[in-house]
């Protein structure tokens, strides 16, 4: 980590001499109160919610894109003055999103329902693009994403007087890359990476930090993802998953590095005890096993094929060759490397990851040194960097205005990340002196906004 944190001094050195004048006047950001629009919600019970939108609102003052720099904000009838805000992003596979209006199926409506305000951004994402002297130009690689999302929070804050809700008690709400957002704001609050980016941007000159963070199925830590993945899932390799030669060496090197890895994370369990690469794989196990009960508990029959070993009423024990069979069956897993994958192996595509941290010509690169040791490249300190930023585990590694509370979920069932993902990212959460609710959702696959009442639940008890 020492190296990324020295080429990051520099490229900040690099990024404050190279910033450019901007535009410090920032009126044009002022929140125009009257200007709303009437509508409704119906709600899945029938009930309808009145709410005052406020629609395709630029939160920088130097908009690149505006197909996605904007946010819409919902203010309900019944709204709770100086309570929190709910801002909730729907990017997805790293993608670009545009401001959707709230939804009946999600922590949106919800959350309307209650009183809250609602802030929906738009951001740039991997596939986002303009066309400038008939050449394309791809503005939403990283960190481009998590650019927009904090100008949207700086737009909150920066209008706090002006919009109902109380901007000291943000609450980011995502699932996958969305989770992952949401995982970046509540990380990296006025993290000094970002600042000259969003001077540039033109994003209003105020605190970017937010409360709370909901991540579902956050998926984060992109560079040790493709060892994480592996690790797990390489006993399925002969069985389910059915590798080729090239794919099944991969698997083996990736998974031969993951105790370094998590030994270097130096994690401490909620019962104090150190966790290494000896201990770890127990504690993985703990998570399915409580997740496991408290499904059972709940009155759910568990399937008696998928590897849990029941004694007395209850979830003792769990065999990971067969509980990761079953999972790997429930949705095909990803080949190695699931994460940075192109040039690997032959045939693998771009993924969203390389897409991702590849530059505004629509380039897709690789951004592990693993993948760039096999196709015999460097991987470039900038690269490097763009990848740091957009981990939340690097920016717990630092002083940040953190969120106090995090509510973390990923379901029992869900593959698009190994379990360590969440786990990990839940464990230092902690460990840094958040107070995170974590679980592995039972039954679930890669989704989110689920169990609301237990969510909203969650927010009413927030201190
Ligand atoms: C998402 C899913 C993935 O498997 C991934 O690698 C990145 C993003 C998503 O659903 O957002």
């Given at each position: 980590m020492n190296k990324i944190v020295l080429f990051l001094v520099v490229l900040l050195c690099t990024m404050e001499i190279a910033c450019t004048a901007v535009n410090e006047n920032y009126d044009s950001l002022k929140f125009d109160s009257e200007d709303y629009s009437i509508d409704t919600l119906i709600m899945n019970n029938s009930d309808t919610i009145i709410y005052k939108a406020y629609k395709n609102i630029y939160y920088v003052t130097n908009v690149e894109d505006s197909n996605y720099q904007y946010l819409?904000?919902?203010?309900?009838e019944n709204v709770k003055l100086r309570e929190s805000i709910l801002l909730r992003t729907y990017v997805g596979g790293y993608m670009a999103t545009k401001a959707y209006d709230p939804s009946p199926n999600d922590a949106t409506g919800r959350a309307l329902k209650e009183g809250f305000v609602v802030c929906i951004p738009g951001s740039r994402g991997w596939n986002s693009v303009i066309e400038s002297d008939g050449k394309k130009i791809y503005t939403g690689r990283a960190p481009a994403g998590i650019l927009d999302l904090k100008a949207a929070v700086r737009y909150l804050r920066f209008n706090d007087m002006l919009i109902p809700g109380n901007s000291e008690r943000i609450i980011t709400d995502g699932t996958s890359a969305g989770g992952a957002m949401s995982s970046l704001l509540g990380s990296s609050g006025n993290s000094p990476i970002f600042k000259s980016f969003l001077k540039e941007m033109g994003a209003a000159d105020v605190s970017d930090g937010v409360f709370a963070s909901i991540c579902y199925c956050p998926i984060v830590d992109l560079e040790h993802s493709d060892i994480s993945y592996e690790w797990l899932y390489s006993v399925t390799n002969k069985?389910?998953?059915?590798?080729?030669?090239?794919?099944?060496?991969?698997s083996n090197e990736l998974a031969a590095m993951f105790g370094d890895y998590l030994n270097s994370l130096n994690l401490v369990a909620p019962w104090g005890e150190k966790l290494n690469s000896r201990n770890y794989y127990e504690y993985l196990k703990g998570y399915i096993i409580e997740s496991a009960n408290r499904a059972m508990r709940q009155g759910v029959e568990l399937p008696a094929d998928i590897g849990l070993l029941v004694g007395n009423g209850k979830v003792l024990d769990v065999d990971m060759g067969k509980y990761l069979s079953y999972v790997a069956k429930s949705r095909p897993l990803k080949t190695p490397p699931a994460f940075d994958a192109i040039g690997v192996v032959d045939g693998n595509r771009p993924t969203p990851e390389n897409l991702l941290f590849g530059d505004a010509s629509g380039s897709?690169?690789?951004?592990?040194?693993?993948?760039?040791?096999?196709?015999?490249?460097?991987?470039?300190?900038?690269?490097?960097?763009?990848?740091a930023m957009m981990n939340p585990m690097f920016h717990l590694l630092f002083p940040a205005d953190r969120a106090s509370h995090w509510y973390i979920r990923h379901g029992s069932r869900d593959r698009d990340t190994g379990f360590s993902v969440p786990i990990n990212l839940a464990t230092k959460l902690s460990n840094v002196g958040c107070s995170v609710n974590f679980s592995l959702a039972w039954n679930r696959g890669h989704e989110g906004d689920y169990d609301l009442d237990d969510l909203f639940a969650w927010i009413a008890n927030l201190p």
């Open positions: 819409n904000i919902y203010v309900p069985t389910v998953r059915g590798l080729n030669k090239d794919q099944l060496k991969v897709f690169v690789n951004f592990t040194e693993y993948a760039s040791m096999k196709r015999g490249n460097d991987l470039s300190s900038d690269i490097q960097a763009k990848v």
